[in-house]
């Protein structure tokens, strides 16, 4: 499970990848169709619970393999990838049963997870740990903040929305100038996991095109979840 071998067996829409798509599409189908029974207080804490602690054993195993293995640095600060962000406080959230944070996060889990799940950013393959933790990770937060939304948890209001926005546009100024005074790529700000795409466009148009693209996916799914939430009602 973590021998280096099973490195560079994953790429970017390989058989394994899509399959692997198609299974997490698969799991939320049978979450949703059991959203009424998962609901119910004792289920919906399990679930909970469960989803939290799966999610807190995974990122604390990566962190520990990364540091065994002498990788460790003040870059693995879980608060400097906007995916490792939205893990945290989906996993706080979670665990202390603060559902009404949701409000804010689905729109950080849904655009994390679509360009995380799609772009892969790993090249670990079936059966490496870092796979599974790659997967696990990016499509256990999206999965929380979809089933609270499915179980009519979630309130698509535009305060909240704006209040996500604003937010999510701070943190990412203190992520940017972190980024210029360390030389980092936190946030993905200067390169692309698809380098291609950065190099297309080169350096400062590629970074306000990201930023865009962000921002604009927010609005995008603050439309979407906005129109079907009127039809779960």
């Known amino acids: ?16 990848h899509l399959l692997t798509l198609l299974s997490l599409g698969f799991i939320f189908v049978v979450i949703y169709l059991l959203r009424h029974h998962l ?11 469960t989803l939290g602690l799966i999610l807190l054993i995974f990122e604390s195993g990566f962190h520990l393999w990364t540091f065994i293995n002498g990788g460790y640095s003040y870059h693995m600060i879980p608060l400097t990838g906007f995916c490792a962000m939205t893990n945290v406080l989906t996993i706080y959230a979670l665990l202390c049963n603060k559902t009404k944070l949701f409000n804010y996060l689905i729109y950080y889990a849904i655009t994390g997870a679509l360009f995380a799940l799609i772009f892969v950013d790993t090249s670990y393959g079936i ?7 790659y997967f696990i990770v990016h499509y256990g937060f999206l999965l929380a903040s979809l089933y609270y939304f499915i179980t009519k ?7 909240h929305f704006l209040k996500a926005s604003l937010m999510l546009f701070i943190y990412t100024l203190l992520v940017l100038m972190a980024d210029l005074i360390l030389k980092e790529n936190w946030f993905y700000l200067f390169e692309s996991p698809v380098k291609e795409i950065s190099d297309f466009f080169g350096y400062p148009l590629y970074t306000i095109l990201w930023l865009l693209a962000i921002f604009i996916l927010i609005s995008l799914w603050y439309g979407v979840l906005k129109l079907m939430s009127k039809f779960q009602r």
């Open 1 to 16: 499970m973590f021998n280096e071998a099973y490195n560079y067996q994953l790429s970017m829409f390989d058989v394994v």
């Open 39 to 49: 609901s119910k207080p004792k289920h919906d804490k399990i679930f909970r619970l």
């Open 127 to 133: 059966p490496h740990f870092r796979y599974f933790h």
């Open 153 to 159: 948890r979630v309130e698509i209001k535009r305060k």
